[in-house]
Protein backbone atom coordinates (compact mmCIF):
# COMPACT_ATOMS: atom_id res chain seq x y z
CA UNK A 1 0.00 0.00 0.00
CA UNK A 2 1.50 3.27 -1.05
CA UNK A 3 0.51 5.73 1.78
CA UNK A 4 0.79 9.34 0.68
CA UNK A 5 0.41 13.11 2.33
CA UNK A 6 -1.54 14.99 0.13
CA UNK A 7 -4.75 17.68 0.64
CA UNK A 8 -8.25 16.77 0.92
CA UNK A 9 -10.52 19.66 -0.38
CA UNK A 10 -13.86 20.89 1.70
CA UNK A 11 -15.56 24.12 2.39
CA UNK A 12 -18.21 25.69 -0.41
CA UNK A 13 -18.25 26.84 -4.06
CA UNK A 14 -15.42 29.34 -4.57
CA UNK A 15 -14.34 29.32 -0.43
CA UNK A 16 -12.01 25.65 -0.15
CA UNK A 17 -10.29 25.17 2.48
CA UNK A 18 -8.02 22.11 2.82
CA UNK A 19 -6.80 19.17 5.50
CA UNK A 20 -3.77 17.60 4.91
CA UNK A 21 -4.27 13.99 5.31
CA UNK A 22 -2.46 11.08 4.92
CA UNK A 23 -4.31 8.41 2.59
CA UNK A 24 -3.88 5.53 0.43
CA UNK A 25 -2.45 6.66 -2.89
CA UNK A 26 -5.61 4.80 -4.50
CA UNK A 27 -8.44 6.47 -2.77
CA UNK A 28 -10.21 9.10 -4.35
CA UNK A 29 -8.96 13.35 -3.44
CA UNK A 30 -11.82 13.38 -1.14
CA UNK A 31 -12.44 10.03 0.16
CA UNK A 32 -11.50 7.80 2.90
CA UNK A 33 -7.88 8.46 4.90
CA UNK A 34 -5.90 7.02 6.87
CA UNK A 35 -4.91 10.45 9.29
CA UNK A 36 -5.75 13.90 9.63
CA UNK A 37 -2.36 15.91 9.93
CA UNK A 38 -3.61 19.30 9.44
CA UNK A 39 -5.31 22.07 8.07
CA UNK A 40 -4.78 24.88 5.18
CA UNK A 41 -7.04 27.83 4.49
CA UNK A 42 -5.71 30.46 1.74
CA UNK A 43 -8.79 32.53 2.08
CA UNK A 44 -7.71 34.13 4.86
CA UNK A 45 -5.81 37.44 4.67
CA UNK A 46 -2.76 35.30 5.61
CA UNK A 47 -2.64 31.85 4.98
CA UNK A 48 -3.66 29.70 7.50
CA UNK A 49 -1.03 26.81 8.03
CA UNK A 50 -1.67 24.05 11.15
CA UNK A 51 0.00 20.91 11.29
CA UNK A 52 0.52 18.45 14.12
CA UNK A 53 4.07 18.28 13.87
CA UNK A 54 4.58 15.14 15.88
CA UNK A 55 2.41 13.32 13.60
CA UNK A 56 3.05 14.30 9.70
CA UNK A 57 7.16 13.44 11.36
CA UNK A 58 5.93 10.08 12.07
CA UNK A 59 3.98 9.16 8.93
CA UNK A 60 7.25 10.16 6.69
CA UNK A 61 9.64 8.43 8.97
CA UNK A 62 7.70 5.32 7.89
CA UNK A 63 7.87 6.45 4.48
CA UNK A 64 4.86 8.19 3.53
CA UNK A 65 5.17 10.37 0.44
CA UNK A 66 4.14 14.17 0.28
CA UNK A 67 2.25 15.52 -2.75
CA UNK A 68 4.22 18.95 -4.20
CA UNK A 69 1.51 21.05 -2.42
CA UNK A 70 1.49 18.98 0.61
CA UNK A 71 5.88 19.29 0.65
CA UNK A 72 5.02 22.97 -0.05
CA UNK A 73 2.78 23.35 3.02
CA UNK A 74 5.20 21.49 5.18
CA UNK A 75 7.95 23.67 3.88
CA UNK A 76 6.45 26.51 5.13
CA UNK A 77 5.47 25.37 8.42
CA UNK A 78 8.99 24.31 9.47
CA UNK A 79 8.08 20.31 9.43
CA UNK A 80 9.98 19.20 6.33
CA UNK A 81 13.33 20.77 7.44
CA UNK A 82 13.48 19.37 10.96
CA UNK A 83 12.57 15.70 8.30
CA UNK A 84 15.66 16.43 6.29
CA UNK A 85 17.62 17.47 9.07
CA UNK A 86 16.86 14.03 11.26
CA UNK A 87 17.54 11.95 7.70
CA UNK A 88 20.91 13.93 7.29
CA UNK A 89 21.40 12.99 10.85
CA UNK A 90 21.22 9.25 10.87
CA UNK A 91 24.02 9.03 7.71
Known sequence: MA?????????RKKAPFYRLVVAD?????DGRYIEQLG???PMKDQSEIKVDEERAMHWLSVGAT???TARSILRKSGVWDKFEAGKKKAE
Open 66 to 68: PSD
Open 39 to 41: IYD
Open 3 to 11: VRIRLARHG
Open 25 to 29: SRSPR
